[in-house]
Nanobody, 129 residues
Framework: QLELVESGGGLVQPGGSLRLSCAAS????????IGWFRQAPGKEREGVSC????????SFADSVKGRFTISRDNAKNTVYLQMNSLKPEDTAVYYC??????????????????????WGQGTQVTVSS
C-alpha cells in the first residue's frame, strides 16, 4: 500500500529553521517526483518545492527561493525540505505528494496539483514569536 508520511513540523520563531521529512513506502520511490505543497487557513493549496525522481531537477516557489532547499535520499525513500529564515507567512499545513508522470519528472512543475497522485496527511508549521 502506497503511503507518504510527513514529519518535522512544529512551532518556530521568525528567522528560525525547520527540516521537514517525507517518508515513502509501497512504491518504487525513485520513479516518482516528490512535491511539497502548503495550505494556510482560508487559502488555496500552493506548490512550495519539487524534486524529480532522479534528484536532478528541482523547483521552488518564488516566495521561498533562497530560503528553502529540497533533497532526497532514495536509499531511505525520504525527501527533505530544509526551511531557513522562516517568516510568519510560511505558517501552513505542509503536504508532500508523489507524481509518476513523465512531464513532472522532466519539469517538476507544481502548477497542476492533479499530476500529483498520492498525498500525505500533512504536518503543521507555525512561525510565530
Amino acid at each position: 500500500q502506497l503511503e507518504l508520511v510527513e514529519s518535522g513540523g512544529g512551532l518556530v520563531q521568525p528567522g528560525g529553521s525547520l527540516r521537514l521529512s517525507c517518508a515513502a513506502s509501497g512504491f518504487t520511490f525513485n520513479n516518482y517526483a516528490i512535491g511539497w505543497f502548503r495550505q494556510a487557513p482560508g487559502k488555496e493549496r500552493e506548490g512550495v518545492s519539487c524534486i524529480s525522481g532522479s534528484g536532478g531537477r528541482t523547483s521552488f516557489a518564488d516566495s521561498v527561493k533562497g530560503r528553502f532547499t529540497i533533497s532526497r535520499d532514495n536509499a531511505k525513500n525520504t525527501v527533505y525540505l530544509q526551511m531557513n529564515s522562516l517568516k510568519p507567512e510560511d505558517t501552513a499545513v505542509y503536504y508532500c505528494a508523489a507524481s509518476g508522470y513523465t512531464t513532472i519528472e522532466a519539469t517538476c512543475s507544481m502548477e497542476h496539483k492533479t499530476y500529483f497522485t498520492y498525498w500525505g496527511q500533512g504536518t503543521q508549521v507555525t512561525v510565530s514569536s
